[in-house]
T-cell receptor, first 115, second 114 residues
Framework: AQTVTQSQPEMSVQEAETVTLSCTYDTSESNYYLFWYKQPPSRQMILVIR??????QNATENRFSVNFQKAAKSFSLKISDSQLGDTAMYFCAFQLNFGNEKLTFGTGTRLTIIP | DADVTQTPRNRITKTGKRIMLECSQT?????MYWYRQDPGLGLRLIYY???????NKGEISDGYSVSRQAQAKFSLSLESAIPNQTALYFCATETTGWGQETQYFGPGTRLLVL
């Protein structure tokens, strides 16, 4: 079974600074997807970024980027120029690429952006 | 993004009552999911459906049942609610196609069982 670990339950950073959230996962498979989801106080789960394991290039979406280290089974999220609206729970998730596999979520990191 | 709606958004019920949570989507996705979120535990899969005739149990299906009435509708039922089913429930749909699988979530239903 696949597992996802987020070792930072809470983090805080000053507005405009850069913050990195950690995620590690465990799998014996080589084809999979990794995701970061954001859950603001509104509780909506919002897709932030997606990475395909077969791609060496790290995914980027505006101020959000990942550092995907396949050998180390690490998938960290970097938020640049952090904004107050980035305050949220962030969940890392893993999905095997077999066409019918479920998402496995980590327990989340609560990020607070300080004005 | 998938347009996924959930009703109700909040619900309070009593132990032993039967309740239904509904999910609808307008993007034509075949795959739909129900998750439960508890504090400190992330999201856990209850049931999933890959089409109207294909329904599967997830990791925590005991005490729940589902119905896929149409491609666009996937309902979750608690036959006899109990307090430890108090949680935040999410429905999700998934885009498919090789290399394109991505799940999009509804706004969630907060359920309190007294």
């Amino acid at each position: 079974a696949q597992t996802v670990t987020q070792s930072q339950p809470e983090m805080s950073v000053q507005e405009a600074e850069t913050v990195t959230l950690s995620c590690t996962y465990d799998t014996s498979e080589s084809n999979y997807y990794l995701f970061w989801y954001k859950q603001p106080p509104s509780r909506q789960m919002i897709l932030v970024i997606r990475q395909e394991a077969y791609k060496q290039q790290n995914a980027t979406e505006n101020r959000f980027s990942v550092n995907f280290q396949k050998a180390a089974k690490s998938f960290s999220l970097k938020i640049s120029d952090s904004q107050l609206g980035d305050t949220a729970m962030y969940f890392c998730a893993f999905q095997l690429n077999f066409g019918n596999e479920k998402l496995t979520f980590g327990t989340g990191t609560r990020l607070t952006i300080i004005p | 993004d998938a347009d996924v709606t959930q009703t109700p958004r909040n619900r309070i019920t009593k132990t032993g009552k039967r309740i239904m949570l509904e999910c609808s989507q307008t993007k034509g996705h075949d795959r739909m999911y129900w998750y439960r979120q508890d504090p400190g535990l992330g999201l856990r899969l209850i049931y999933y459906s890959f089409d109207v005739k294909d329904i599967n149990k997830g990791e925590i299906s005991d005490g729940y049942s589902v119905s896929r009435q149409a491609q666009a509708k996937f309902s979750l039922s608690l036959e006899s609610a109990i307090p430890n089913q108090t949680a935040l429930y999410f429905c999700a749909t998934e885009t498919t196609g090789w290399g394109q699988e991505t799940q999009y979530f509804g706004p969630g239903t907060r359920l309190l069982v007294l």
